[in-house]
């Protein structure tokens, strides 16, 4: 499985950015499509999640309202629209992906792209 995250950049405080993950792999069964974060000097963290199959999503609590996760089967691509973005949403942001449950946890994503950087000034 391959992913290839696009759609970081610069963007001020109260704008919109949407990120973009494609996948290479297969997408059947219990595919989910993980976002995670990792600020400076920080842990990654997770964002946010969809699962191919149905398209149920997951959504930190620090982004609730304000980030959603969609799909595009025919595309094999995953979205991260964040919205009213905020300083402390700096971050490298990376897509993963895994088969199963422990959407949250990371260790259980074995697929990871290399990550995107969003820069949110003030």
């Known amino acids: 499985v391959q992913l290839q995250a696009s759609g970081g950049g610069l963007v001020q405080a109260g704008g919109s950015l949407r990120l973009a993950c494609e996948t290479s792999?297969?997408?059947?069964?219990?595919?989910?499509m993980g976002w995670f974060r990792q600020a400076p000097g920080k842990k990654r963290e997770f964002v946010g999640a969809?699962?191919?199959?149905?398209?149920?999503?997951y959504v930190a609590n620090s982004v609730e309202g304000r980030f959603t996760i969609s799909r595009d089967n025919a595309k094999n691509t995953a979205y991260l629209q964040m919205n009213s973005l905020k300083p402390e949403d700096t971050a490298v942001y990376f897509c993963?992906?895994?088969w199963g449950e422990g959407v949250t946890m990371e260790p259980r994503y074995h697929y990871w792209g290399l990550g995107t950087l969003v820069t949110v000034s003030s």
């Open positions: 993963a992906a895994k």
């Open positions: 969809i699962r191919w199959r149905g398209g149920t999503t």
């Open positions: 792999g297969r997408t059947d069964s219990d595919f989910i």
